[in-house]
């Protein structure tokens, strides 16, 4: 079946960006994101034919694991009519030293635009400012723009709305999701509260660049050690593994600092009786976040994890188009 697409990515202001931080972008461009991957989605189901990335490349570098990021991104290529390459940095020169700078201007002339998961947000500042192409972060230690617009997209076909929801965030509070929960939730006007131990909490720069965002649309932000202050009322709880990638020789120190810093059933009762509970995944059971809440009736992760595709089809048509 063939029906006429709503969205119209020559008009754009997001054509030919990078998207390397939620902070980059306004309100209006994150609502645009996520009434085209409505609208992608609902064409999915449909059965729709809507080709518009026919002829474009993206190539994905990848210097840590994935699952979500990496599926999600070469299918919507395929189903946008596009190709995906599976860069891994130990397979391509990147690994043996070549420079970014001379990584990012030679892969601009054979793709249309990179996807990047990096341990480092400054290597990737550094291959955008290089590349004639635009580049978009599947990943860096400092932030994850396209799990939380998912994350926005999968609340906002939940709840109906954004603004206005208390989110809160357990575990720790100053990792990449974290941050971009910080910048996402201010950018639409949602409310949010970091439960998350002393030394552990969001980074001075994330907290003023987010309270600053918040002061235009009327965010609340909270940031407490007490799970249950920060879980109280919430619409929506979140968490995220206590030792990220590249994190891994802290373990033991992290789980002694987190222990507690659960979304188990007592934190699920603070909150909202029609909470739905969220996760980036992949998730540690018993450890974050307990086997009973993520196979329970709040969990939304499943739903949250496809949507990785329907809003990243949304991105990529929107700057790739
Ligand atoms: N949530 C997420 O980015 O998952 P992957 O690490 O599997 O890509
Ligand atoms: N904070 C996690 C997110 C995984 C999607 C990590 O960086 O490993």
Redesign the pocket.
Known sequence: MSIQPCVKPEATSLRGRDLLSLYDLSKEEIDEILKTAETLKSMHYLGADYKPLKGKSLGMIFQ?S?T??RVSFEVAMWQLGGHALFLSSSDTQLGRGETIPDTARVLSRFVDGIMIRAYSHKDVELLAEYADIPVING?T?YS?PC?VLADLFTIYEKKKKLAGLKLAFIG?GN???ANSLLFGCTKVGMNIAIGAPKGYQPLEEVMKKAEAVAETTGSEIMITEDIFEAAKDADVLYT??W?????ENERKIREEAFAGYQINEDVVKAADDEVIVMH???AHRGEEITHDVIEGPHSVVFDEAENRLHVQKAILTLIMG
């Open positions: 840590k994935s979500r990021t990943l230690d994850h799990q720790d990792n990449n999701m995220d593994v030792t990220s990638m590249g994190q980036c995944l992949p």
